[in-house]
């Protein structure tokens, strides 16, 4: 069968390909570098889907299935992914998606997402919620310079949550006033002196 990715502003295809599903058309077009900005992709299944690196930018993935999908290193800026399923929560708030990177053990991304059932982290292997992550980092890496890397990230997602989430909000282990006044360069200063400690 034919399957066709098309353009949400203008309708033309954006990518095209004789194959058994939208999702294998949609990871093909990804491993062929296409441009999917603005590609119209909403209720489509890309569950467990490869899109490691793929240009998503402003694409409607509204109501889409993302659970188990790999969207490492994804340009979803200004994507529309309201609604959209990530392992098994649906996303909520304005901005569902924090991506942070790289960092940890694998100088990989780290992608936090809001969904209806609280915050969600996909990391390298881990994929769980971040008490689980936390638990995890703790577990894995004591209090080594990676430790200390995930432990202001979390901080970040704590504060990015309470800020754009519509779902229940956690207690921050750090002020979000104090992340919102310094954005990056909190974060940038955190990881900074993680490093330096180590």
């Known amino acids: ?102 960092l940890g053990s694998r100088s990989d991304y780290l992608l936090a997402f809001l969904t209806e059932k609280g915050i969600r982290v996909r990391a390298g292997c881990f994929s769980g919620s971040l008490d689980e992550f936390s638990k995890a980092v703790e577990r894995t890496h004591a209090d080594n310079e990676h430790a200390r890397e995930y432990v202001a990230a979390i901080q970040m997602i704590e504060a990015y949550a309470s800020i754009w989430s519509a779902a229940e909000r956690p207690t921050p282990r750090t002020d979000a006033a104090q992340v919102l006044r310094y954005g990056i360069r909190y974060v940038d200063a955190a990881l900074a002196k993680a490093r330096s400690e180590s």
């Not at 490869?50 to 993302?66: F, I």
């Not at 994804?74 to 959209?84: C, E, K, M, N, S």
């Open 1 to 102: 069968m034919n399957f066709e990715i098309k353009s949400r502003y203008s309708g033309a295809i954006l990518f095209a390909l004789e194959c058994g599903s939208l999702k294998l058309c949609v990871e093909a077009a990804v491993k062929s570098g296409a441009d999917l900005s603005g590609a119209y992709l909403s209720g489509a299944d890309l569950s467990g889907a490869y899109l490691s690196g793929a240009y998503l930018r402003s694409a409607y993935l509204s109501g889409a299935d993302l659970s188990g999908a790999d969207l490492s290193g994804a340009d979803l800026r200004g994507a529309d992914i309201r609604g959209a399923l990530v392992d098994g929560g649906k996303l909520v708030g304005t901005r569902p998606v924090l991506q942070i990177g790289p």
